[in-house]
């Protein structure tokens, strides 16, 4: 089974009355581009619900901007600051894991986008699903973590995903209208990051700030780092798997520095498509809040003859071996996954504080993946017992 869904084509027309939108993670670099989509078409939508973690402040400055209805902050000691200045505008606000996940089944959203980074985004996304909300997907994690889960929930539920990811919207774009039968592979392109062409030696004594000069996306630093070790590229082919139905071995990551190619499908005849755009999440945001139809505007145009050269070539999982972890991963299946997740937060977190050097993300992943438990179908326990577990080794050989 595979989670997105291709819609008609009226269900490509939009109604007349504004969709209704939950940005989860509104303070990060796609929920602030999510929100500037919404204003550009008040016609088309309305922020209902704004959410962030820890960032007040930033969340205050969202909602005095965007007057949603709630604004919920996941940090219950920062509540009292959000409470303080939205109680006088009658801006309604909450705090908690669990504000968070009764925000997203409210009566008045139609569409939850789940712009959280890592673990932090499974439960809001189940709560959603189970309330049968439509699901624009950002948080690559959560079908990482609990691809099967989610999977099962989806079939029980009227929610829809529509994928955010840019890799994972232009499969989406490239498939539509194909018959699934004919599809041979598909292949998520990668730019590289900062150390393509490093040498592993200079890769061993690489600092935080050299891995966070991303050479062309603009990107919050957890999600910078995992570009750094392609570890995003792995979670990537893992969320592909579950989204769109097809076996690990049809997926396969390329790098492309030139991040203008956002992903391809080959198909058995031979041929390939391509979905092409500069490298800004605008589009694929878009695309998803309007479930496939487009929005004129919402990207800077691509001028092919701006571009001399398009190239690829294969990864060096030699000097990215995070990037063997997609196969690992669903080769072992079960609570795998979620392990992986685990242990690459704690990590990355570790490198950012400089208290580990690069390869240590790698290592610490492989020492806690073998340590834990295994869980051969998992449920939503068992994913919070995992993930908890996991980070504390993590934590413990760090």
């Known amino acids: 089974m595979f989670l997105v869904n291709f819609v008609v084509e009226i269900q490509k027309t939009m109604v007349k009355t504004p969709k209704n939108i939950a940005v989860i993670g509104a303070t990060g670099s796609i929920g602030t581009q999510t929100l500037e989509i919404i204003s550009s078409h008040p016609e088309l939508y309305r922020a209902t619900v704004i959410a962030a973690g820890r960032r007040v402040d930033d969340l205050i400055a969202l909602a005095r901007k965007h007057r949603p209805a709630l604004a919920v902050i996941a940090d219950v000691n920062k509540y009292s600051v959000l409470l303080d200045a939205l109680e006088p505008l009658g801006i309604e606000t909450a705090a908690g894991e669990q504000a968070l996940c009764d925000a997203v089944c409210r009566d008045d959203v139609d569409m939850v986008v789940t712009a959280t980074v890592g673990y932090s985004g499974l439960a809001p996304t189940i709560a959603a699903i189970k309330a049968g909300k439509d699901i624009a997907l950002a948080n690559k994690e959560t079908l990482v973590v609990a691809g099967q889960y989610i999977t099962e929930l989806l079939a029980k539920s009227k929610s829809r995903v529509f994928p955010v990811d840019s890799e994972h919207s232009a499969i989406y774009q490239c498939l539509d209208g194909e018959d699934r039968a004919n599809v041979k592979k598909l292949i998520i392109t990668a730019s590289g990051g900062p150390f393509r062409k490093w040498t592993a030696e200079q890769m061993a004594n690489a600092k935080a700030s050299d891995a966070l000069k991303h050479p062309n996306w ?181």
């Open 218 to 398: 603009s990107m919050g630093a957890k999600i910078t780092i995992d570009s750094a070790t392609m570890m995003n590229k792995a979670f990537e082919i893992i969320e592909a798997k579950w989204l769109f139905g097809f076996d690990g071995d049809q997926i396969e990551a390329v790098v492309h520095p030139q991040s203008i190619v956002h992903s391809m499908v080959e198909f058995t005849d031979g041929a390939i498509k391509a979905q092409l755009g500069l490298p800004d999440m605008k589009l694929p945001i878009a695309y998803a809040l309007g479930e496939g139809k487009r929005l004129p505007g919402a990207e800077k145009p691509l001028r092919i003859s701006d571009y001399a050269a398009l190239t690829f070539e294969r990864p060096d999982i030699e000097k990215f071996p995070c990037l063997t972890l997609a196969q690992e991963a669903m080769r072992r299946g079960g609570n795998s996954a979620c392990v992986i997740n685990a242990a690459n937060e704690i990590a990355v977190a570790a490198f950012l504080d400089g208290k580990i050097g690069f390869n240590d993300i790698y290592s610490t992943i492989i020492r806690t993946l073998d340590a834990m438990p295994y869980i051969e179908t998992p449920g939503y326990a068992d994913f919070v017992a995992t993930n908890n577990e996991a980070r504390m080794f993590a934590t413990s050989i760090i």
